[in-house]
């Protein structure tokens, strides 16, 4: 009687993410430059046992069609250590303290965490991005300004829109870079 091997069971779950740990925020900056992270596609955030990872769903590319390594005699030291011990398949869901997959998510734990801190440096840092003193007239209330951050209307930038209903997009090669104008809302056929 042949013994079945988990691998011929596996659906890869381990070969289709990497987590890495990343230091605690702290700060305001420092929860703003994990907020930097998760505004990137298949990128979440975890505390796990006190410990924060950065998560990037991402599929192996010697991962074969039926779930196995294409490359397993040459693995990486990472592969050849893992073991069904701890296997994704059959650990069972985890139990994360915390699970961020949006800015929005993480934004709304920071203002938890750090109260008002966070509010004064999401306002000093809104200033900053539009040139605004903050003795300014038409400077925004910082509820506005949590408010927008909890819910982003994503909209151009106020320098690349132009008069006639164009913008200019910038195309970089090297060093070089040349301004291309494009009309909003034309769609590319």
Same mark, same amino acid.
């Given at each position: 009687?042949?013994e079945?091997?988990?691998? &011929?069971?596996?659906? $890869?779950?381990c070969? *289709?993410?990497?987590? !890495?740990?990343? /230091?605690?925020?702290?700060?305001?900056? #420092?929860?703003?430059?994990?907020r930097?992270?998760?505004?990137?596609e298949?990128?979440?955030?975890?505390i796990?046992?006190? &410990?924060?990872?950065? $998560?990037?769903?991402? *599929?192996?590319?010697? !991962?074969?069609? /039926?779930?196995r390594?294409?490359?397993? #005699?040459?693995?990486?030291?990472?592969?050849?250590?893992?073991?069904?011990?701890?296997?994704?398949?059959?650990?069972?869901?985890?139990?994360?303290?915390?699970?961020?997959?949006?800015?929005e998510? !993480?934004?709304?734990?920071?203002q938890?965490t750090?109260?008002?801190?966070?509010q004064?440096?999401?306002?000093?840092?809104?200033?900053?991005?539009?040139?605004?003193?903050?003795?300014?007239?038409?400077?925004?209330?910082?509820a506005?300004?949590?408010?927008?951050?909890?819910?982003?209307?994503?909209?151009g930038?106020?320098s690349?829109?132009?008069?006639?209903?164009?913008?200019?997009?910038?195309?970089?090669?090297?060093?070089?870079a040349a301004?291309?104008?494009?009309?909003i809302?034309?769609?590319?056929?």
């Open positions: 009687m042949t079945e091997c988990l691998c &011929d069971r596996c659906t $890869a779950l070969c *289709r993410y990497f987590a !890495l740990g990343i /230091d605690d925020p702290e700060t305001p900056a #420092e929860f703003d430059d994990v930097w992270y998760l505004a990137h298949n990128v979440h955030v975890f796990e046992d006190g &410990d924060w990872f950065l $998560a990037v769903q991402t *599929r192996c590319q010697y !991962l074969q069609d /039926d779930n390594c294409g490359i397993y #005699e040459d693995r990486p030291k990472i592969c050849r250590e893992y073991s069904t011990d701890n296997c994704d398949y059959h650990t069972g869901a985890y139990e994360f303290e915390q699970y961020f997959s949006t800015p998510q !993480l934004e709304a734990y920071a938890a750090l109260g008002k801190s966070y004064a440096y999401a306002m000093r840092q809104r200033l900053k991005n539009v040139g605004m003193d903050s003795d300014h007239p038409d400077k925004p209330k910082g506005q300004v949590m408010m927008s951050r909890a819910r982003p209307h994503i909209r930038h106020p690349r829109h132009r008069p006639n209903g164009s913008r200019s997009v910038e195309a970089r090669s090297g060093n070089s301004s291309v104008p494009v009309s809302g034309e769609s590319n056929r």
